[in-house]
């Protein structure tokens, strides 16, 4: 008996049918196509990948970036501290004169005056020693010294240096804040030859009223302000008996007192030195209520201003963030694609940096079903034009949780990509789920005609 070739049987036709489809469709370009970092992305751009290690970070971060700041107005606050914008003092109160007995002395300690520490509302000016060397990098500072326009230390006690950043100050001494902007300076690569002075003084005040010419807010210096000091700033004393009139100081809820033949007669008591918030009232009679009122309207006039800023800033504050809401505020962004749990535009923050571990992790991070953990990326376009455009891969190998180190040091900058490769089955996945309907057509086409 001869066998001659058995014809296929229906399953062999249905698994040759699927598989010319599959073939069919793969070269028709119908079949996913999954996207990918590729070297070459173009005909004219250029990749360049370069796996990131701790030495690779480093030169990722050299790109200069500068986070955006916030307005002013979040680093405000309704202080009550006595400085210019405050108006005039208030008048002296009215009462009748009385001849007092005899008046006692009660001066103030006499303390050891610390180093002057820079506060809010002072005007530095940061100068460079010498024309033509590296700090002309800082724009202002060069016009800062030529225009001698200084730098307000702002209510966080920082200065804000263009095109560089923000740097604290607030609470130091001259020698202190040298070395902190020493510091800021060398931080951000710039070679630090500045000087540093106060131009103006805001910060601290002594408020001196009463029988003097003119009163007066008179500011503390470098120099200690003495009582003698802050009485001649107003223009001196007026008083037609010397016998009747006192010099009272309010400090710290203490109400001090010196009679003014005592004040003229001891000279030591003329140089007890002054703090920041002192009261000083000259007085012609013996009564303390007229000092005591003299001191709360003092009080009553920086507390309603104090109100009335903290109104102007939240106002403000709600101006900035509804036109942040509708976009008409400049931000910086990354876009974060590829298998992440949500493709989309991510806002680098105000004030500081973000990290590649933040993008990743800030929503949740990637799935891990689906994402390939060897393949993300940070995608970021060359600034240089002489490139036309290349584009750098800096690629992360996560499946070693140890290098996740990494993503918490690569510092992000505006318009980078991050992009996490999809598994291989995922690919393959969905290659079937995208053919599988053809499939099942040819299919039961093969199978008619198997019948």
């Known amino acids: 008996m001869r066998y001659g070739k058995a014809s296929p049987g229906p399953r062999t036709a249905i698994a040759m049918a699927l ?30 990948e370069i796996a990131l290690t701790p030495q690779t970070v480093m030169l990722a971060n050299r790109t200069p970036y500068s986070p955006r700041n916030l307005p002013g107005e979040f680093f405000s606050t309704a202080s009550a501290r006595q400085g210019q914008g405050l108006g005039g003092l208030p008048a002296a109160p009215e009462t009748p004169e ?55 230390v702002s209510d966080d006690g920082a200065i804000s240096i263009p095109d560089i950043g923000r740097v604290e100050i607030g609470g130091l001494t001259l020698t202190q804040a040298q070395d902190r902007i020493f510091e800021f300076l060398l931080e951000n690569q710039v070679d630090p030859a500045f ?26 210096t470098l120099q200690p302000l003495t009582i003698g000091d802050a009485l001649t700033a107003t223009g001196g004393v007026v008083v037609q008996d010397e016998q009747f009139a006192s010099i009272r100081i309010y400090r710290d809820d203490t109400l001090y007192q010196i009679p003014y033949e005592d004040y003229l007669e001891q000279p030591t008591l003329r140089e007890r030195p002054l703090r920041n918030g002192d009261a000083v009232y000259v007085d ?32 403000r504050r709600e101006n900035f963030n509804a036109r942040e809401a509708l976009g008409a505020e400049a931000r910086d962004y990354i876009y974060l694609v590829g298998e992440v749990r949500t493709q989309g535009r991510v806002p680098l923050p105000y004030e500081q940096q973000a990290t590649l571990a933040d993008v990743l992790y800030g929503g949740g991070g990637f799935p891990t079903p689906t994402g390939n953990a060897s393949n ?76």
């Open 19 to 48: 598989a010319a489809a599959m073939i069919l469709l793969t070269g028709c370009g119908v079949v996913y196509t999954s996207p990918k970092v590729s070297r070459a992305a173009g005909t004219d751009v250029d990749v360049r």
């Open 284 to 315: 012609t009679t013996y009564s303390l209520d007229r000092a005591y009122e003299f001191y709360s309207r003092e009080v009553d006039v920086i507390s309603s201003r104090r109100s009335l800023r903290q109104s102007m800033l939240e106002e």
């Open 376 to 451: 993300v990326y940070v995608l970021r376009p060359s600034q240089d034009p002489a490139e036309f455009g290349a584009i750098t891969a800096w690629h992360l190998d996560a499946r070693n949780t140890v290098n996740m180190t990494l993503a918490t040091r690569m510092e992000m900058r505006p318009n980078d990509i991050v992009f996490v490769e999809e598994q291989p089955i995922t690919k393959w996945n969905r290659v079937v789920t995208q053919a599988l309907p053809s499939l099942t057509l040819f299919g039961n086409t093969a199978n008619l005609s198997s019948q």
């Open 195 to 220: 000087s540093l002075e106060v131009t103006d003084f805001n910060s601290q005040r002594v408020t001196v009223g009463g029988a003097v010419r003119q009163a007066a807010r008179v500011p503390i």
């Open 98 to 152: 009385e001849r007092p007995g005899q008046l006692e002395l009660r001066p103030p300690e006499n303390f050891q005056v610390p180093p002057y520490r820079i506060g809010v509302g002072d005007v530095v000016l940061v100068a460079t020693r010498q024309a033509g060397n590296s700090v002309e990098q800082l724009s202002g500072l060069l016009a800062a010294q030529t225009q001698r326009q200084g730098y307000v």
